[in-house]
Nanobody, 122 residues
Framework: VQLQASGGGLVLAGGSLRLSCALP???????IGWFRQVPGKEREAVAC????????YYSSAVKGRFTISKDTGKNTVYLQMDSLKPEDTAVYYC?????????????????WGQGTLVTVSS
């Protein structure tokens, strides 16, 4: 079963968006992460949350501006993105890891959603 990312769109610099990642029927995961990718560039880790402890990880590029959270009852993970910058423009993916991952290593995540495009205009 694939993760379902949504919530992307076009926003002005300084604005906010909230991305959602639904995990339908997916319960046995250690962590859920958000990654982003710009065409021609390497996939970049953004944030990660442990499904058990709730501990979080943020890349230095987004720390202090983005917040990852989870709603266990809805089996959904959110990425609140504030103070958006044009350099945040990318396709954002959510992914789950069955085993404890290195949150900055996309290869440790084994189930991926389809991606949602975020465009930040200046």
């Amino acid at each position: 079963v694939q993760l379902q990312a949504s919530g992307g769109g076009l926003v002005l610099a300084g604005g906010s968006l909230r991305l959602s990642c639904a995990l339908p029927g997916i319960t046995l995961v250690d962590s859920i992460g958000w990654f982003r990718q710009v065409p021609g560039k390497e996939r970049e880790a953004v944030a990660c949350i442990s499904s058990k402890s709730g501990s979080t990880y943020y890349s230095s590029a987004v720390k202090g501006r983005f917040t990852i959270s989870k709603d266990t009852g809805k089996n959904t993970v959110y990425l609140q993105m504030d103070s958006l910058k044009p350099e945040d423009t990318a396709v954002y993916y959510c992914a789950s890891a069955f085993y404890p991952p290195n949150p900055s290593n996309w290869a440790d995540f084994d189930n991926w959603g389809q991606g949602t495009l975020v465009t930040v205009s200046s």
